[in-house]
DNA sequence: ATGGCCATCGCGGATGGA
């Protein structure tokens, strides 16, 4: 069973790409089975459900129109079941959060597929927006873990768990993505119970999932690892494997974000 | 080095992203 995320920056423009990489995977033998995908950049009537649905994945939506959006593609004959918009509770303008139940090998998983607010920068009016974001979102998975032991919670957190995560630690202490209160937000987090399935296996040195569209970024490796996979703890045992592919990054037209992913074995 | 990011909305240039 394979689950992944991406935020694939504006559906519209890269739909062809996500379709190519599903392919690929399947190609190679281990196909996609969840798919997260973050910044649509579309409202719902916009998404290409017919497009998926011939490549064989059943989708759950919440979009938007220009800014973020969220969708989970189960593939057949899996569908997203009991889904879920956004933070019960938490009143918000912006599709962050879809969550879905899917079945699988030892039982059905609760997804929790997101999109965490970016916080422009520590002091700002949207850094707060995202703390509270973060508050919401840490008092609502403790309730759901209750009901749903078997989660998974990916998708594009804008957080950096430590400086193994970013390519120059020293010139980006204590900016975006990096500041001592995101990352205890993240603590918060993982002492509900949530791992970073990444960190349990051994990983390349300056393993990235984005990197900026600006000064060769990409080709220079300057990036950041912000795109996260945490289960909880009955899967722990289930996790087989951990990547991020950065095969995309190099296609014509990319997105900044590189998809992440795991594999869960029979446990 | 002459320029050196991308998507959206909408038709210029601001806004947001990270």
């Not at 999932?209 to 289930?238: C, M, T």
Request: proline share 6%; glycine share 6%.
């Amino acid at each position: 069973m394979k689950l992944a995320t991406w935020n694939i920056n504006s559906l519209t423009v890269r739909l062809p790409q996500v379709l190519e990489w599903l392919a690929a995977q399947a190609a190679a033998g281990a196909p996609v089975d969840v798919l997260a995908l973050q910044e649509l950049k579309l409202t719902d009537d916009k998404f290409p459900l017919e497009a998926f649905h011939q490549a064989g994945y059943a989708a759950a939506v919440f979009g938007q129109k220009t800014y973020n959006g969220v969708a989970l593609l189960t593939r057949a004959p899996r569908v997203p079941q009991d889904v879920v918009r956004n933070i019960p509770g938490f009143a918000d303008e912006m599709a962050r959060v879809i969550t879905a139940t899917v079945d699988a090998p030892g039982g059905a998983l609760r997804v929790v597929g997101a999109y965490f607010p970016n916080g422009q920068e520590p002091g700002s009016d949207k850094f707060a927006y995202k703390m509270r974001w973060l508050d919401a979102l840490r008092d609502w998975l403790r309730e759901e873990l209750q009901r749903h032991p078997r989660l998974v919670l990916m998708g594009d957190f804008n957080i950096t768990f430590d400086d193994r995560d970013v390519w120059d630690p020293v010139a980006l202490a204590g900016t975006i993505h990096c500041t001592d209160e995101e990352r205890a937000q993240l603590g918060a987090l993982t002492a509900l119970g949530l791992t970073d399935a990444f960190r349990l296996f051994e990983q390349p040195p300056k393993t990235f999932s984005w990197w900026d569209y600006r000064q060769l970024g990409f080709q220079k490796n300057r990036g950041l690892r912000i795109d996260h996979v945490l289960v909880s703890e009955p899967l722990r045992a289930q996790v087989a494997a951990c990547t991020i592919d950065r095969a995309p990054r190099k296609n014509k037209q990319p997105s900044d974000h590189a998809p992440a992913l795991l594999t869960l074995g029979a446990g």
